[in-house]
């Protein structure tokens, strides 16, 4: 359950996708790096919040307990810890595993790719975390799933809000929780699983609401910044500091058109200290399909100061951001359009097929591949001996390969090589 395979035209659509994203990150001078797939469990459990009930646990395997990574950000900063790395820009493309209820429909499975670029070292503040949202923005904008919204937030900020509403600082991580849960339901609902299941008073809950339904850009920024109480509250004033700062640097970037700072984004993990954002799209335009794809969050990330600490000896503190792109929701929706356009995929790279027209030309074919695969050319041929022209031909069609080297007894006896176009049927002797 929630796992499953993929035939050669979802891999090619893929691999395009995979690459897309991979490109992005290597224009902005990322390294790739590789971690394996099985963790200690200590390192995994309690860095995820609510979502630690979801990572799957290996039985002890001769005196170690592991688990299966559920992201590629906690065996990054285990990474940093362990090699003593205190500056890097990397980008990792791997499988992680979460014993989630799958949703196959909206690209939520137990095993999935996840595509993570991070900024890892000491920096003045907010350069490198513009740096992440503009990843967000180009990957988004080139990949064309239509419209698209960034919003951002920092956890200071959101720490600031519960502080001067009355939450005590041990319902923080669960009332956070309840927060982010806005975007999916009404505040009726949020407010009443705070008050019913979380524990906060009625009042607290209220005040919250006041502040968590805002969202706008740099004139809220400065609208909180003049607000009596948050502005005294030491974490919250730091946070809008830096917001400021950052739609600063959007805005050199040209990307505000597409962020909003969203005061109800809480993103759930525990290991967030500061910015942190989430892209969603905004609708799917599709005249073939009646329901609209909803696939919520596509991209999200964050700054986690303290993580590479809690995995060093000596407690160094390695400041970091980064982030996720969801790969496996974006790959659902380009899947569904392909599928409703009725475009044929093609799932091999192949230049060439070395054809004869003839019988018992079969050693003139492997002599004719043989010279292509060496001169770096992909070529492919039927595994038959006396094939019929026509089924070669045919192949070619059903295939998508371009073009067809044909030789004949008379080529053999010229030394040229008649090479046909497969879409337009011209064929020129070489």
Same mark, same amino acid.
């Given at each position: 359950q929630g796992t499953r395979d993929h035939p050669p035209a979802q891999a090619a659509l893929r691999e395009r996708l995979l690459s897309a994203v991979g490109s992005c990150f290597k224009w902005h001078g990322a390294a790739a790096i590789d971690t394996p797939v099985l963790e200690l469990r200590e390192t995994l459990i309690g860095q995820y919040g609510e979502g630690s009930k979801l990572i799957y646990e290996l039985q002890d395997q001769g005196g170690e307990l592991l688990?299966?990574?559920?992201?590629?950000?906690?065996? &990054?900063?285990?990474?940093?810890?362990?090699n003593k790395i205190t500056n890097m820009k990397r980008y990792h493309v791997a499988k992680v595993y979460r014993r989630d209820n799958p949703a196959m429909t909206r690209g939520r499975y137990r095993e999935f790719y996840q595509c993570d670029f991070d900024i890892a070292g000491q920096f003045d503040p907010m350069i490198p975390d513009a740096e992440c949202l503009k990843i967000v923005h180009e990957v988004l904008s080139d990949l064309q799933l239509g419209d698209f919204l960034i919003k951002v937030n920092d956890r200071r900020i959101l720490s600031?809000? &519960?502080?001067?509403?009355?939450?005590?600082e041990s319902k923080f991580i669960p009332a956070c929780a309840t927060v982010d849960k806005l975007d999916k339901v009404p505040w009726e609902e949020v407010r009443s699983e705070?008050?019913?299941?979380?524990?906060?008073?009625?009042?607290?809950?209220?005040?919250?609401?006041?502040?968590?339904?805002?969202?706008?850009?740099?004139?809220?920024?400065?609208?909180?910044?003049?607000?009596?109480?948050?502005?005294?509250?030491?974490?919250?004033?730091?946070?809008?500091?830096?917001?400021?700062l950052l739609f600063e640097y959007l805005t050199l970037f040209g990307i505000t058109g597409k962020i909003s700072f969203d005061l109800s984004l809480a993103r759930g993990l525990d290991y967030y200290t500061g910015v942190i954002f989430e892209a969603v799209l905004l609708q799917q335009e599709n005249e073939h399909v009646e329901e609209p794809v909803s696939v919520g969050s596509v991209a999200g990330g964050g700054r986690y100061d303290g993580l590479v600490g809690m995995f060093?000896?000596?407690?160094?503190?390695?400041?970091?951001?980064?982030? /996720?792109?969801?790969?496996?929701?974006?790959?659902?929706?380009?899947?569904?359009?392909?599928?409703? /356009?009725?475009?044929?995929?093609?799932?091999?790279?192949?230049?060439?097929?070395?054809?004869t027209p003839q019988k018992h030309l079969l050693a003139a074919r492997l002599k004719l591949i043989s010279e292509l695969w060496d001169a770096g050319i992909k070529a492919e041929m039927l595994y038959r001996k006396d094939p019929k022209l026509l089924k070669q031909l045919q192949y070619c069609e059903d295939t998508g390969i371009p073009l067809a080297a044909i030789v004949g007894e008379q080529e053999l006896a010229d030394g040229v090589v008649k090479l046909r176009d497969v879409a337009t049927r011209e064929e020129v002797r070489m």
């Open positions: 688990a299966l990574r559920y992201d590629l950000t906690v065996p &990054f900063a285990r990474y940093l810890a362990m600031g809000v &519960f502080a001067i509403c009355g939450v005590p705070m008050v019913g299941e979380k524990g906060l008073s009625p009042e607290a809950a209220d005040r919250i609401g006041e502040y968590v339904q805002l969202h706008g850009g740099l004139d809220l920024i400065e609208r909180l910044l003049q607000d009596p109480k948050l502005s005294q509250n030491k974490q919250a004033k730091e946070g809008l500091g830096d917001m400021k060093d000896p000596k407690g160094r503190k390695v400041p970091c951001v980064g982030v /996720s792109i969801g790969i496996e929701r974006i790959f659902s929706i380009l899947e569904q359009r392909l599928e409703a /356009s009725g475009e044929k995929l093609r799932t091999t790279e192949t230049q060439v097929l070395v054809a």
